[in-house]
């Protein structure tokens, strides 16, 4: 297997063949009437200057008009060749991406900040699926076109195909060697500011109200600010090199031409060049250059691509390994049990032993601040997490025995922060379940406290939510999760935080229903462990787990 990212990543993309092909001959054909526009050109207005019958012109007068016209044609088809191949290879990309990601190790995600995900999975696709447009396909068209012109040249004067042929090195390789370095440059110096900077914008948008209380918000916003600041300085840093690029083909133009010039000046002072090939020789150079000129850039979309398609596979190179190889499928009731278990991230802080029998209708509720380890400890219930040590069994089976799906299917986890995505609150339900109708919908919504709301909207359940969860409030957003989890397939519902951003009489009204038996939310038969600041002391929990604040070695007490 190659080393190169860019080569590992490639396959990703799931290019056809075919297209790549049709992208290029279109690419061939804009330019290459370009070529024969210029060459042709060329040829008019010196034998015009002989001044012949006319009729002798009308032919290439014709094909003048008709180069001049197939090269806006050939392009306009070469734009939707290529734009449709990098589209289509970004859909398979990120649909691979998430699919890898969704049947990997969850901590291959989940342990990456919320910005630099978003950034691997959003920016970093697209800059990969950029290198079809902006790479492959100019350097074939610009490689074809070198060797055509250079080969044509070459009938002419051998001297002056010379000069062209490494002018055009120039142009196409020393110019883009220099680009690539300066983009480089930019890229190693600015990813991780940029990285910075989108994890700490998406949480002051996506924060705002509670950072202000906090008195958090002008901090947020200020790391911000510098992060965007250190990327813009990396830029500037790479615009020496950069600078150099942009120089180096219109110079290799200049000497090209000049020297061509000067040849055919010699020629035909010989009498061994007639007027109209000398024409060619000096206009033919001009349009050779217009193949290379794309290059720096795709040297530029190259690297970019390289650097982004190593962001991309350490992700998926840290999901590969599915912590649950297992063949076993649970068939039974979804018993839980943790021996010693203690919980925490690598490198982080560790909980405390603890025991815990989660019996089919069991109500638990794990209560404590923020960092003592409650949803570290359901991520490690719901298999997200591996054991620091201890054991998790369900229904007799350690969860390295059990297959993913099966215990996707059977023990949810239910984040505090999940996604909630810009389409209607039926399909966003649906992510939940994907057969759900309508009317069972709307009864979990009613159950949940959503009922007047979703019948106040426009189409209803089919209402589209502009921009996810900046279209809701933040009890709104709750509500909606705790819905989803409560359609979920899921015998053990190991719910983070359901009542957050409530207010304390309905959050506790919410509490109190799901962890009692006959509560209406949850059916008797389902398993609920729920974690939260803040208790209602009159709840029908079968186990209550009070845990203090994290510190180093001590964070969770044996119940």
């Not at 008709?66 to 806006?72: D, K």
């Not at 025995?401 to 909630?420: K, T, Y």
Request: aromatic share 2%; net charge negative.
């Amino acid at each position: 297997m190659s080393r190169d990212p860019l080569i590992r990543a490639l396959p990703l993309l799931d290019l056809q063949p075919g297209r790549v092909v049709r992208a290029v001959a279109a690419g061939v054909a804009t330019l290459g009437s370009a070529l024969a526009l210029a060459a042709l050109s060329a040829w008019l207005i010196t034998r015009a200057w002989q001044m012949p019958p006319v009729l002798d012109l009308s032919v290439a007068v014709v094909a003048v008009r008709a180069l001049g016209i197939s090269r806006g044609v050939f392009r306009y088809l070469e734009r939707l060749a290529t734009h449709d191949t990098a589209l289509r290879g970004t859909t398979s990309a990120r649909t691979q991406l998430y699919q890898r990601l969704a049947d990997g190790d969850p901590a291959a995600a989940a342990g990456l900040r919320r910005g630099e995900l978003l950034a691997r999975t959003g920016a970093d696709v697209d800059t990969l699926g950029d290198v079809v447009v902006r790479a492959l396909v100019p350097i074939a068209v610009s490689v074809v076109l070198a060797v055509a012109a250079v080969g044509i040249l070459a009938v002419i004067s051998p001297a002056s195909a010379l000069v062209l042929a490494v002018a055009l090195a120039v142009s196409g390789v020393a110019a883009p060697w220099l680009s690539a370095r300066a983009a480089r440059l930019a890229e190693t110096s600015g990813a991780d500011a940029r990285a910075r900077f989108s994890e700490d914008a998406v949480t002051a948008l996506d924060h705002a109200a509670e950072l202000r209380v906090a008195g958090r918000l002008d901090r947020t916003v200020s790391r911000a600010v510098a992060a965007e600041h250190a990327a813009v300085e990396a830029t500037d840093r790479a615009a020496a090199p950069s600078a150099f690029a942009d120089a180096a083909t219109p110079l290799a133009v200049g000497v090209s031409v000049i020297a061509s010039l000067l040849i055919g000046m010699d020629l035909y002072s010989s009498g061994t060049m007639s007027p109209m090939a000398m024409g060619i020789l000096v206009l033919l150079p001009l349009s050779a250059f217009e193949a290379t000129a794309a290059l720096p850039a795709a040297a530029v979309a190259l690297t970019r691509a390289r650097i982004a398609s190593r962001r991309i596979l350490a992700v998926l190179d840290a999901a590969v390994a599915d912590p649950h190889p297992g063949d076993r499928e649970l068939d039974g009731p979804a018993e839980v049990v943790a021996k010693d278990l203690r919980c925490g991230w690598p490198g982080g802080q560790v909980t405390a032993p603890l025991d815990l029998d989660l019996r089919p209708g069991f109500r638990v509720a794990i209560v404590g601040g923020s960092g003592s380890g409650k949803t570290t400890t359901l991520m490690t219930l719901a298999g997200l997490l591996p054991p620091v040590s201890g054991t998790v069994q369900v229904d007799g089976l350690d969860l390295h025995q059990v297959r993913s799906e099966s215990l996707r299917r059977n023990v949810g986890f239910f984040a505090e922060d999940a996604h909630l995505f810009d389409t209607s609150v039926l399909e966003n339900l649906r992510v939940a379940r994907g057969d759900l109708e309508e009317a069972e919908a709307l009864t979990v919504l009613e159950c949940v406290g959503l009922g007047g709301w979703v019948s106040g909207l426009p189409d209803g359940v089919h209402t589209t939510l502009a921009g996810g969860a900046r279209a809701v409030s933040g009890g709104q957003r709750r509500r909606l999760l705790l819905a989803r989890a409560l359609l979920s397939p899921a015998r053990v519902l190991l719910l983070d935080e359901p009542t957050e951003h409530l207010d304390a009489d309905a959050g506790a009204d919410l509490l109190r229903r799901l962890l009692a038996r006959d509560g209406g939310l949850v059916s008797p038969q389902r398993t609920v462990v729920v974690v939260t600041h803040q208790l209602p002391e009159d709840t029908s929990a079968d186990l209550v787990i009070r845990v203090e604040k994290a510190e180093s070695e001590n964070a969770l007490p044996t119940p």
